[in-house]
């Protein structure tokens, strides 16, 4: 399931999140994720629906916990500062983040100009939304607070809100270089989803 926010130019994207590392580590919760609206045609008629396109990732939050450690510990937690093309940045940790990651999530989306700066863009961007998104602050956070790792899932749960993630899991799996350690009973959702 993904949650969106679209604004004029800048839309916020929440999500549950599902992913295996290459040490075969489960991580999941809350995966928060900033892009440019697209701008589209007009088609049809003034009442005919319109494409939304939400493109050019710039900042993404993971608010992950890993499945093996306390579920509010957000030992996984951390945030990619901008993306290369499609591909996220290295993972960047912040003590502030695993402190209290929902007032890390509010400052980080009040300051939406610097997050576009710190992602090489022009803050300018923001211009007719960021007074828009930081009005949407509260909702924003309280959507991601509903896929926080703070609320354990069963797996099922887990599987039904990521299991359009499912070939994305399947790729991680590739890159585990001891396959034994992979835990396949538990991620047989993931790995038997076409």
Same mark, same amino acid.
């Given at each position: ?11 916020? &994207? ?10 075969? /580590? ?13 701008? $589209?045609?007009?088609?049809? &008629?003034?009442? *005919?629906? $319109? !494409?939304?396109?939400?493109? +050019? ?11 093996? @450690? ?5 030992? %996984? ?6 993306? =290369?093309?499609?591909?996220?940045? *290295?993972? $960047?940790?912040? &003590?502030?983040?695993? =402190? ?7 400052? +980080?989306? &009040?300051?939406?100009?610097? @997050? ?13 939304? *960021?007074?828009?998104?930081? #009005?949407?602050?509260? +909702?924003?956070?309280?959507? *991601? ?5 703070? =609320?354990?899932?069963?797996? =099922? %749960?887990?599987?039904?809100?990521? !299991?359009? %993630?499912?070939?994305?899991? @399947?790729?991680?799996? /590739? ?12 991620? #047989? ?6």
């Amino acid at each position: 399931m993904l949650i969106s926010f679209s604004f004029t130019r800048i839309a916020v &994207t929440v999500r549950r999140w599902f992913e295996v590392t290459p040490e075969a /580590v489960m991580e999941h919760g809350s995966r928060i994720e900033l892009g440019l609206l697209v701008p $589209q045609p007009h088609r049809g &008629t003034e009442s *005919a629906a $319109q !494409k939304l396109v939400i493109d +050019q990732a710039f900042w993404r939050a993971d608010l992950f916990n890993k499945l093996d @450690r306390p579920a509010s510990s957000f030992s %996984a937690a951390h945030f990619h500062p901008h993306f =290369d093309d499609v591909e996220p940045s *290295a993972r $960047q940790w912040s &003590t502030d983040l695993t =402190d209290d990651p929902w007032i890390w999530l509010t400052d +980080q989306l &009040t300051h939406i100009e610097a @997050r576009l700066s710190d992602a090489g863009l022009d803050p300018a961007i923001a211009v007719d939304d *960021a007074d828009d998104i930081r #009005g949407f602050i509260p +909702q924003i956070v309280d959507t *991601a607070r509903q896929f926080s790792p703070e =609320d354990p899932m069963s797996r =099922d %749960a887990d599987f039904a809100l990521t !299991k359009d %993630a499912a070939e994305r899991v @399947r790729r991680m799996l /590739v890159h585990v270089p001891t396959p034994d350690l992979v835990d396949r009973d538990y991620l #047989g959702p993931w790995i038997s989803q076409r």
